[in-house]
T-cell receptor
Framework: EAGVTQFPSHSVIEKGQTVTLRCDPISGHDNLYWYRRVMGKEIKFLLHFVKESKQDESGMPNNRFLAERTGGTYSTLKVQPAELEDSGVYFC?????????FGPGTRLTVL | GENVEQHPSTLSVQEGDSAVIKCTYSDSASNYFPWYKQELGKRPQLIIDIRSNVGEKKDQRIAVTLNKTAKHFSLHITETQPEDSAVYFCAASKGNFNKFYFGSGTKLNVKP
């Protein structure tokens, strides 16, 4: 069974630009989560989808971040415009039970 | 909200020794505690988890203990091997399909 995949693996952009991250969950997993790890700190929750609906977006930092999950399959996370403090590793996870399967992450660097 | 603290941030042990990583949590409603291992350049992978209705769980060289009263849980790795070298994250959750609150990670280095 294929795991959670994320694209791209790395992205380097300049402050003010836009970046879109993509996550493909494990097939059949209705629950999809986005997390972020900044500067070696803890992995922090951003938001949770159940199918195409946002169940919990309490961790989204501000309105420069927009997450979508059209059709309840893959999800995108757009950062517009990017700021320096948005640099970090963005993880996606999916689940059908207690535990979550993580993707390899997208390392975002904002210069 | 929940706050998870993890110690130590780095841990260096000799191959064959034991390693212990400790986490505390603040929200008594948390009832599920997974541990993830992230090797360099790879995805975090679940290595063991425990629910609040048990105090200890073991899987070969790995064990997790939970003290609900004190709100702390620990990861124990025995007979460490170089391939155990990685960053380990603890997490707490309020159950099925709920978000995880992670600790800040422990970088374990097992010296051959």
């Amino acid at each position: 069974e294929a795991g959670v995949t994320q694209f791209p693996s790395h992205s380097v952009i300049e402050k003010g630009q836009t970046v879109t991250l993509r996550c493909d969950p494990i097939s059949g997993h209705d629950n999809l989560y986005w997390y972020r790890r900044v500067m070696g700190k803890e992995i922090k929750f951003l938001l949770h989808f159940v199918k195409e609906s946002k169940q919990d977006e309490s961790g989204m930092p501000n309105n420069r971040f927009l997450a979508e999950r059209t059709g309840g399959t893959y999800s995108t996370l757009k950062v517009q415009p990017a700021e320096l403090e948005d640099s970090g590793v963005y993880f996606c996870a999916s689940s059908q039970a207690y535990f979550q399967f993580f993707g390899p992450g997208t390392r975002l660097t904002v210069l | 909200g929940e706050n998870v603290e993890q110690h130590p941030s780095t841990l260096s042990v000799q191959e064959g020794d034991s390693a212990v990583i400790k986490c505390t949590y603040s929200d008594s409603a948390s009832n599920y505690f997974p541990w993830y291992k992230q090797e360099l350049g790879k995805r975090p992978q679940l290595i063991i988890d425990i629910r609040s209705n048990v105090g200890e769980k073991k899987d070969q060289r790995i064990a997790v203990t939970l003290n609900k009263t004190a709100k702390h849980f620990s990861l124990h790795i025995t007979e460490t091997q170089p391939e155990d070298s990685a960053v380990y994250f603890c997490a707490a959750s309020k159950g099925n399909f709920n978000k995880f609150y992670f600790g800040s990670g422990t970088k374990l280095n097992v010296k051959p």
